[in-house]
């Protein structure tokens, strides 16, 4: 125990610093803080509350929990093609949260603002009787006009995903049963997929003015597949063979055929599912190649307003359950 010291020194000593390199946050000092104007940019915003023993286990790492919370808002950045500019942060906790335990949280965000280019700017700190309760609403900017919609869609457009799918539902499932298939080191693998996301950040800008209509998969591919479709009044012809998988996925697919269900409605991925007309698909490669992640081709979209799952073996998959759309899934 380091003790707990009082609200303003924790705002000053703890948080404060977050804010280096964003002057309109006056190091905490004032009352709120300044985002000047920009002409020729759209401000997106975006917000995600986590809840200890609802989105993550109660005992988990604070510097986990801060990645997680930044990340997940990152990734909703990064579906509209913005670039991340900064964050207000909303922290409910327990009087019992020592220093020691905001001390590492804030080493949790430091380490994420570094990696994915955004400051804090403000926000509010209160104690509660209930679970430490997190909140972060994201700013971001986009070229005015050009944020990527879910609704841009057309029919003979491609389907891509980002990275491999499935690795986090299946991570979840390696802490609630044996999978089959893995070493120790890839069961790790899995879990920290499941952990930690990877927001695509560098992905989305680069997709603005190319994709027709983009989401982050966070409640499973076919679930937030159908989200792009509703909005965009089109379906879709997924080819589940097609689908990236990690060698430690395969590897248990080997073992267990049923997991596609798992890869193709779990959720958690965070990698970015989105569409493009077909002329442009040597740009994709070549934004593949520079910023090495794979961008899978892996359906098309039709005019027939419904999704249809080819399976490996030719036949059409139904899904029992779409994804996580209501019940477990985190950010609901
Ligand atoms: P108020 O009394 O108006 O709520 P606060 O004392 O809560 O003001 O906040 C003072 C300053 O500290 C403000 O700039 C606010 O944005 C900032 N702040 C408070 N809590 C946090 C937090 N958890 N993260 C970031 N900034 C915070
Ligand atoms: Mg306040």
């Known amino acids: 125990m380091t003790g707990r010291s009082d609200e303003f020194a924790r705002i000053s000593r703890y948080l404060a610093p ?8 006056f190091g905490l000092t004032d009352d709120a803080a300044i985002i000047g104007p920009m002409s020729d940019r759209d401000i997106v915003a975006t917000t995600d509350t986590m809840v200890a ?10 510097d986990l ?12 950045l990064a579906a509209m093609g913005a670039a991340p500019l900064a964050y207000l942060l909303n922290i409910a906790l327990p009087a019992s949260i020592d220093d020691d335990w905001l001390g590492a949280f804030v080493r949790g965000l430091a380490a994420d603002q570094a990696a994915f280019g955004i400051t804090l700017a403000g926000g509010d700190s209160v104690t509660t009787p209930g679970p430490p309760t997190f909140t972060v609403t994201a700013l971001g900017t986009v070229k005015c006009g050009w944020a990527i ?15 491999t799918i499935g690795d986090a539902a299946v991570g979840l499932e390696c802490l609630q049963r044996e999978v089959a298939g893995l070493t120790p080191e890839t069961r790790d693998e899995l879990i920290g997929r499941y952990r930690l996301p990877r927001p695509r950040v560098g992905l989305g800008g680069r997709l603005v003015g190319l994709a027709s209509a983009a989401i982050d998969i966070s ?11 509703d909005a965009s009044g089109v379906g879709a012809e997924l080819n589940a063979a097609a689908l990236p998988l990690s060698e430690a996925l395969k590897a248990v697919l080997a073992r267990e055929p049923d997991i596609l269900t798992t890869v193709l409605a779990g959720g958690d991925d965070y990698e970015l599912l ?11 490669v070549k934004i593949a190649t520079d910023l090495s992640l794979p961008l899978t ?36």
């Open 18 to 25: 977050l804010t280096e390199g964003f002057p309109g946050a």
């Open 53 to 62: 023993g609802v989105h993550f286990m109660s005992d988990e790492r604070p």
């Open 65 to 76: 929990i801060a990645a997680k919370l930044l990340r997940v808002n990152l990734s909703d």
């Open 149 to 163: 919609r879910r609704s841009g869609a057309r029919p003979d457009d491609i389907v891509y995903v980002s990275g």
């Open 219 to 229: 409640d499973g591919l076919a679930a937030d597949l159908t989200h792009i479709l």
């Open 274 to 284: 989105f569409t493009v007309a077909p002329g442009y698909a040597a740009r994709i």
């Open 297 to 332: 081709p892996i359906g098309r979209i039709v005019t027939e307003p419904k999704l249809r799952i080819v399976a490996p073996d030719g036949a059409e998959l139904k899904l029992a359950r779409k994804g996580w759309v209501h019940g477990r899934k985190d950010s609901e």
